[in-house]
């Protein structure tokens, strides 16, 4: 890109200037392409461009130089050769399953995925003939006993959302290994490239919510497929061209801007969470924290070797179920309540509620998901702030 070999350079140098590919104007910020569709200079053109002989832009809903921007420069913070991007993350999980997957496949998924993607696979997916198995998101002897020789995909978050589950993507790669073809797809979108690189782990594709860490500023929802495999690359956006949840140039914009801090934010966000994280687990109002930089934490060992930090996003349990984890949530002041996750704002929210509401509660007691849990997706306002806040909440209860 502008001639720089990006691969020899740190994170944060492709950060700034991997996915740049100037115009004649020369624009020193990326320009957004606010294009519909793009002119031929001929009919011959125009047939040549949709007969694929000559590579061009025909249409934004396949190609745009914005989204293009975009996904070069993800590529470029992953490592991977191919970044499809998406008009969020559901739609990311959506093309790809269209595109991988067909009726009579089988699929095993942890029990801890972010609930819309539960309810896709369970609701949607199974409407075509693919069966989803849901496993204990840790228990590798589940994942193990469930794999058979039609699974196509096993399906993890790791960590997981709420509860910062560790699951070893090297030993589920193993699992995947057993079968014909089987797709090992990570969810990376609370740990991003920063914190996490699932494909050099042994993952076939990176799915990621670009509306969290990637824009980091809340202001844009979109999402992205990441693979090595051009079979895979390839497919997902040519169903993608069809099916049409494509991203939109000004989200591009809105994200390739983010990715530039990336790894400032989720650095100092990480550093925050862990000092909270400790407060938390010391505090005589709390029963548990979920944090996998927490020594007792289920997977802190593995964290410590598949990351290179915890992240920024925790849980923690209090007494009193619903009524109390609403009290404390409604207590605080300056922490803004909303589902989202991966802001400049810390953001708290009651996962049974809301974000996991709509999923059966078999499914969220499957997932650990009690009334009393309370997500808090750590921001880069100052720590002492935070916390004073949070103790706000906690002495209402
Ligand atoms: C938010 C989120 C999604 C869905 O992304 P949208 O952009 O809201 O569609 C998927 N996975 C995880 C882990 C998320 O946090």
Redesign the pocket.
């Known amino acids: 890109m502008n001639g720089l070999d990006m691969k020899s350079k740190d994170l944060q140098t492709r950060a700034i200037r991997a996915g740049l590919r100037r115009t004649p104007q020369g624009e020193h910020s990326l320009p957004i392409y606010a294009t519909s569709s793009f002119v031929f200079e001929s009919s011959k053109q125009a047939a040549d461009r949709f007969a694929e002989v000559e590579p061009g832009n025909i249409y934004s809903r396949f190609t745009n130089p914005t989204t293009l921007a975009f996904e070069n420069k993800l590529a470029a913070l992953e490592g991977a050769e191919r970044c499809v991007a998406t008009a969020?993350?559901?739609?990311a999980?959506a093309t790809l399953c269209y595109s991988m997957l067909e009726g009579g496949d089988h699929v095993v998924a942890a029990a801890g995925?972010?609930g819309?993607?539960t309810t896709f696979f369970n609701k949607y997916l199974a409407k075509f003939g693919v069966r989803t198995q849901t496993v204990s998101t840790t228990d590798l002897d589940e994942w193990a006993d469930a794999v058979r020789p039609e699974t196509r995909m096993l399906f993890v978050?790791t960590p997981s959302?709420p509860l910062c589950e560790i699951v070893d993507i090297g030993k589920l790669k193993e699992l995947a290994g057993e079968c014909d073809d089987c797709l090992l797809v990570v969810?990376s979108?609370?740990t991003t490239p920063v914190l996490q690189l699932p494909l050099e782990l042994g993952a076939d594709v990176v799915?990621y919510?670009?509306?969290?860490f990637l824009d980091g500023h809340g202001r844009a929802?979109?999402?992205a497929v990441v693979t090595n495999r051009d079979d895979i690359a390839d497919n997902v956006f040519a169903c993608l061209r069809t099916t049409g949840a494509s991203m939109s140039p000004f989200n591009a914009w809105t994200f390739c801007s983010g990715l530039e801090t990336l790894a400032l934010r989720v650095r100092e966000a990480s550093k925050s969470a862990m000092e909270i994280a400790r407060w938390l687990d010391r505090h005589p109002k709390v029963k548990k924290v979920y944090y996998p930089g927490l020594e007792h934490h289920q997977g802190h060992d593995l964290a410590k070797k598949q990351q290179s930090d915890f992240g920024a996003v925790l849980s923690f349990e209090v007494d009193g179920g619903r009524k109390n984890a609403w009290k404390l949530i409604d207590s605080t002041e300056m922490i803004s309540i909303t589902a989202?996750?991966?802001d400049v704002k810390t953001i708290i929210t009651h996962p049974a509620s809301t974000t996991h509401a709509r999923i059966t509660e078999e499914q969220r007691m499957a997932a650990g998901i009690t009334e009393g849990l309370i997500r808090l997706s750590v921001g880069l306002e100052a720590t002492s702030d935070i916390m004073e806040d949070i103790e706000a909440g906690l002495s209402a209860i």
């Open positions: 969020s993350g559901m739609a999980i995925l972010f819309s993607t978050e959302n969810d979108s609370t799915v919510a670009a509306t969290k929802v979109g999402g989202n996750l991966g």
